[in-house]
């Protein structure tokens, strides 16, 4: 093609296209080479939930059977003859695994059924869903909550809808504010969609249940609430709220299986919702958005032995997350815990100098630290010191043992090593602020 007609294609494309905010993974830069720790975009280091053999294979697990009669071993292998096949476009096996793990009845005695789902790639596809039915591009806006995940931003800017923002309360533990939320959707009937992540990102904390429902009984407004939670299985038995979809039909529950379950790779996320809404979600889904391959290994990895497996690795995780809290404050220079500990990562902040004579949190210090221990040490974490409430924080995802071990070692040695040779510069110039922006833009 002509390079003149490419410059009239860029001039054509939607003007928000050029707007929306680049999607920058860290991987880019820092991959899993063997060597490197990469403890930053809140995976599951301990591997997949999944029963594998010793050289990585998959141990089809004794299955709880299929609707359809098939044996039940067969239906959890990856079928490489029928991947000439489309995919079956409903998934109603893998809904019914999924409704019976969330049909707990601690906040219902009412039960999910396939009709109460949408299976799609990743929650970033359920996201975007939910922004394409029930918003106007141009005309209509959605509200988060600051600190949050990156993503419901994005979508809005593609869909080119206006965001707004109610921050969490940063004097309380990064709380919801579902009075001020409620006044914001009372006085702009243009928001038809609330964001909530609990377990929030980066803040690790869960949402209570009473603020949640505060703003679902909002008298007047007619929107939806969307409530994130990719990592309700690192918070206690019970915290997740899916099956209240059966009590309110306002509320969407987004899941995914790339956190606990640890399959990012696979790309499967689900939106919990009343028949009705997932009806809608459903109807605007591309007809085969789950793949074959996909759908195989979901479905292995919610039967009960591999539910085990996974149980085994949250342990694991959970173990490691309190030696975290217990070691990291052991470490001149880092200062305090933030938000909550309900997910498999933590916030914490980092100082200008040891706690003990008298440092307070910086992102000029965060960010170096950030920046040596990722070029120098082989160990990736996030820098969120610009997001609200955050300044001079990290998030950290909590690693197996030995990725824990050589985490802690190398923070002690490279904020030691900046303390002593004073590279800590408070108050920088511009290029600084600009590297800060470039770290913090990261989305996950």
Known sequence: MHWNHID??????????GKVQRLTYIYSDYHDDGVNILLDANENA?????????DGELKIPQANGTADGQNPAKALCVDFLGLNRYPDPHQVELKKLL??????HTHTPKTLSPENLLVGVGSDEAIDAILRCFCVPGRDKILTC????????VSAQVNDLQIVK???DTENAFALRPQAVNEALSSDPSIKVV???????????LISKSAIQEVLEHPTWNGIVVLDEAYIDFAPEGSSLAEWVTEWPNLVVMQTLSKAFGLAGIRLGTAFASPEVARLLNNLKAPYNVSSPTSALARAALQQESLEVMKSNRAKILAQRERMLEELPKIPGIGR?????ESNFLLVEILDKPWNQGGKPCNEAALAVYEALAETRGVVVRFRGKEPGCLGCLRITVGTEHEVDKFLA????????LYDRKQIVINGENEEQVKEKAANDIVA
């Open 195 to 205: 964001y909530i992540c609990s377990p929030g990102n980066p803040t690790a904390n």
């Open 8 to 17: 009239v294609l860029e001039s054509r494309s939607s003007a928000r296209v």
């Open 99 to 104: 409704c019976s793990l969330r049909n707990t």
């Open 146 to 153: 600051p600190p949050t995940y990156g993503m419901y931003a």
């Open 337 to 341: 815990f933030l938000g909550g500990a």
């Open 410 to 417: 190398e923070a002690r040695n490279v904020i030691q090593y």
């Open 166 to 168: 109610v921050p969490l």
């Open 46 to 54: 301990y591997g997949p939930g999944l029963v594998l053999t010793k």
